[in-house]
């Protein structure tokens, strides 16, 4: 498919990219079922709520966009499964894996907290 969009040959692209396509889909399925497999089995500890002190890290990270200080925040706070986190965590997790920090900073403003 690189080759082929290199060389511009749309017939190929056209021709080979819904099997690829499929191909990739089928393998992100395999991916997400030996995840699911592994957290089954493996399955974090619960926390009523996220440690206030590891969001204020994380905010700070933000404010300071600090790659390496949110994603060793975020690892800490990951180590648990929350109770009471009305999917913040999960939300975070999105805003950093796109490096949305200003995103990150409202929400967590938004709950309170600051720098």
Same mark, same amino acid.
């Given at each position: %498919?690189?080759? &082929? &969009?290199?060389?511009?040959?749309?017939?190929?692209? $056209?021709?080979?990219?819904p099997i690829f396509l #499929?191909?990739?889909?089928? *393998?992100?399925?395999?991916?997400?079922?030996?995840?699911?497999?592994?957290? &089954? #089995?493996? +399955?974090? +500890?619960?926390? =009523?709520?996220? =440690?206030? #002190? @590891?969001? !204020?890290?994380?905010?700070? &990270?933000?404010?300071?966009?600090? %790659?390496?200080?949110?994603?060793?925040? %975020?690892t800490e706070i990951e180590?648990?499964?929350?109770?009471?986190? =009305?999917?913040?965590? #999960?939300? @975070?997790?999105? $805003?950093?894996?796109? %490096? !949305? *920090?200003?995103?990150?900073?409202?929400?967590?403003t938004d709950l309170g *907290?600051?720098?």
């Amino acid at each position: %498919m690189e080759n &082929a &969009a290199i060389e511009n040959d749309l017939g190929y692209i $056209h021709e080979h990219n819904p099997i690829f396509l #499929e191909t990739v889909k089928n *393998f992100i399925a395999d991916i997400d079922d030996v995840l699911s497999v592994i957290s &089954a #089995e493996n +399955p974090k +500890p619960l926390k =009523d709520k996220p =440690d206030c #002190e @590891l969001l !204020q890290k994380v905010l700070i &990270a933000c404010e300071n966009y600090s %790659m390496d200080d949110v994603d060793t925040a %975020m690892t800490e706070i990951e180590i648990y499964n929350y109770e009471k986190d =009305d999917g913040l965590v #999960e939300k @975070l997790r999105k $805003h950093v894996d796109m %490096m !949305q *920090f200003k995103q990150i900073v409202q929400a967590l403003t938004d709950l309170g *907290f600051t720098s």
